[in-house]
Structure formats: C-alpha cells, structure tokens
C-alpha cells in the first residue's frame, strides 16, 4: 500500500549543525522522489529530487540519498540556519503512473539559534 | 517566472454552503492538480489534469467535490455542499509531463 512518510514527526537541531530528516517508503514501484519543504501559510517548496536509478544527488546546501535495499529516503542539509525552520515532506511517484505523488505526513524542523 | 497563483487566500463559510476555488498554473505547464492538506498531514491529490482532461480523481469526493479546467489552463475546484470535515487548505499545483510540480501558496478554507 501507499506508506510514505515513516518519520520522526519533529527536529530540533543548533543553528550551524547538519540536520537529517529520514522518510520510509513502501511501494518498490516507485521511480521518483521528492523533498519539498513547507513554511507556515506557504504551500510546498521543491527542493530537491531524485530518480530511482541513483543514490544520491547534490544541491545547495542539500542531499538526498536514496537506498532502494530497504525503501528509505533522506534529505540532509548542511550548516542548518533559522531559514530553514519548517515542516519537510517527502513524495513518491509510482512508475508508469498518472504523476500522482503520494506525501508522507511531514517532519517539522526546527533551527535553534 | 511567475508561480502558480491561487485565490481567494482564506475563506469562511458554515457548512451546507457552496465554495470555489480558482487556480492559475505557471504558463505553459500541462498538468494542473488539486490537492487537499488537512492540518498536519501531506498533501492528498485530490484531481489531476492534462490540458482539459481529467488524468486522476480517484480520491475526488464526486457527491460534493467538482473540478473544471475547460481551456487548459486556469482551473475552479468547487464543493457544494460543504461539510465541517472540509476545513483543510486546498493547495494547486502545476508541471510539464513528468516534471516536477510546483505549488501555490493554497486556499485555507475553514468551514464553521
């Protein structure tokens, strides 16, 4: 079934620090991944994607790593600033699908200065 | 580039009245969704288009819930007659076939 989102519903870290936010997933069908990010009164911001046949891809500031072993996503943000306080979701898109992505529940982050 | 823009940004209303939506997708996107976030969960597609036609409403609650994109670009969601359950955001969202989708800022809609 459609089971995305196994998470940690929030994390406090120190401004400056690394933040890691971990998603589970359960459809092996799934090819396409997404982290969108969501401030309050503001709808999902994309941050960075990737496919199912990579690990991990880079941004700014921003990775995601993709282990398809054992279903699970995650984003990590390097040198975590107060800008980055927010909810976080993962989202899955089933291969050979309409585009429909499925979002888990969200981890709410929080950047202490 | 302009984003996708929404309005109104919040509405009340009591339930049994009637509700609308109304999207504007980044230019030149194709597919054009609806999606519904309760308080404290991920988004859930509500509809989604290609062009004027209807891809996915699975999870559209029809009794109530209706969705028209008649030229292939700007879209009404619309929900006659409103019960207190609807109280959500209701967010859109547009892409190009299989590219990523790109949010609005949402519709809080609280229904009393």
């Known amino acids: 079934g459609e089971n995305v989102g196994l998470h940690l519903p929030t994390l406090s870290v120190q401004e400056g620090d690394n933040s890691i936010i971990n998603c589970a997933y359960s459809?092996?069908?799934?090819?396409?991944f997404i982290w969108y990010k969501q401030e309050s009164g503001k709808g999902p911001q994309f941050i960075i994607d990737i496919r199912s046949n990579m690990d991990k891809r880079q941004g700014q500031r921003v990775t995601v790593l993709l282990n398809k072993t054992v279903k699970h996503l995650s984003l990590q943000i390097a040198a975590t600033q107060p800008g980055d306080s927010a909810v976080y979701f993962c989202?899955?898109?089933?291969?050979?699908?309409?585009?429909?992505?499925?979002f888990g529940k969200g981890t709410k982050l929080t950047v202490n200065p | 580039e302009a984003g996708v823009a929404q309005s109104p940004r919040y509405k009340i209303i009591e339930k049994r009245q009637s509700v609308a939506f109304w999207c504007n997708p980044i230019?030149?996107?194709?597919?054009l969704y609806w999606y519904q976030q309760i308080l404290g969960q991920g988004p859930k597609l509500l509809i989604q288009?290609?062009?004027?036609?209807?891809?996915?409403d699975s999870q559209l609650p029809k009794d109530r819930f209706s969705a028209e994109r008649l030229k292939g670009v700007d879209s009404t969601l619309k929900i006659q007659p409103a019960k207190l359950e609807d109280s959500a955001v209701y967010l859109c969202?547009?892409?190009?076939?299989?590219?990523?989708?790109?949010f609005g800022p949402g519709t809080r809609l609280l229904v009393l």
């Open positions: 989202a899955e898109k089933i291969q050979g699908g309409s585009e429909k992505l499925v």
């Open positions: 459809n092996s069908a799934s090819d396409y």
């Open positions: 230019s030149g996107h194709a597919t």
């Open positions: 969202a547009s892409g190009g076939v299989g590219e990523t989708q790109y």
């Open positions: 288009f290609q062009n004027n036609g209807v891809v996915d």
